[in-house]
């Protein structure tokens, strides 16, 4: 099983700054088949990212993911308001299919 | 649109059974696979398990093996979560994926 570590725990952070998620897996995924997704309180998780880089339909381009292998990064480049919630990433390329446990961004 | 609905809240006794479906509607419900997710209160999200409606095929995470069984109703578009032998770390909110959709979550609350 392919084990996520994402950090930090908690990021905080004021409107308008430049946040960066990190996403790390105990091997390689396959395909680069890492998806970011974003939830907030009460609501289902949104699909923000998949294949570690293409953005998801309707998300805006602040919001971008890279990386390869085993270390991924999703950042938003300058945070609205909506922006802070719990943000997850999920790697689908070898069953079962994990997710990390999560980042709040919070507002500082 | 896409759109996942799912079944409405329930309370379950330890050791009972519970059954939630999820229907589709929008797209070509045997072209994508459906994912079922849970999360607990305050805790994070929880892969459990997923099935092709075009074949069948399913994958489970070895956690919920023997007690977790997805099925699909190809006919209405739906998609069915069973979980038996209950126990109240199973309360949690149990949410279908087709990945860029999810519906919009089944509290099921596990209690004597």
């Known amino acids: 099983e392919i084990v996520l570590t994402q950090s930090p725990g908690t990021l905080s952070l004021s409107p308008g700054e430049r946040a960066t998620l990190s996403c790390r897996a105990s091997?390689?995924?396959?395909?680069?088949?890492l998806s970011w997704y974003q939830q907030k309180p009460g609501q289902a998780p949104r699909l923000l990212i998949y294949?570690?880089?293409i953005r998801a339909t309707g998300i805006p381009d602040r919001f971008t993911g890279s990386g390869s292998g085993t270390d991924f990064t999703l950042t938003i480049s300058r945070l609205e308001p909506e922006d802070f919630a719990v943000y997850y990433c999920?790697?689908?390329?070898?069953?079962?299919?994990?997710f990390g446990q999560g980042t709040k961004l919070e507002i500082k | 649109q896409v759109q996942l609905v799912q079944s409405g809240a329930e309370v379950k006794k330890p050791g009972a059974s519970v059954k939630v479906s999820c229907k589709a509607s929008?797209?070509?419900?045997?072209?994508?696979?459906i994912n079922w997710v849970r999360q607990a209160t305050g805790q994070g999200l929880e892969w459990m398990g997923l099935?092709?409606?075009?074949?069948?095929?399913?994958g489970y995470a070895q956690k919920f093996q023997g007690r977790f069984t997805m099925t699909t109703d190809t006919s209405i578009s739906t998609a069915y979560m069973e979980l038996s032998s209950l126990r109240s770390e199973d309360t949690a909110v149990y949410y279908c994926?087709?990945?860029?959709?999810w519906g919009q979550g089944t509290l099921v609350t596990v209690s004597s």
């Open positions: 994926s087709r990945g860029d959709s």
């Open positions: 929008g797209y070509t419900f045997t072209g994508y696979d």
């Open positions: 099935i092709n409606p075009g074949t069948g095929n399913t």
């Open positions: 091997q390689s995924v396959r395909n680069n088949y």
């Open positions: 294949g570690a880089s």
């Open positions: 999920q790697q689908y390329g070898s069953s079962p299919y994990t």
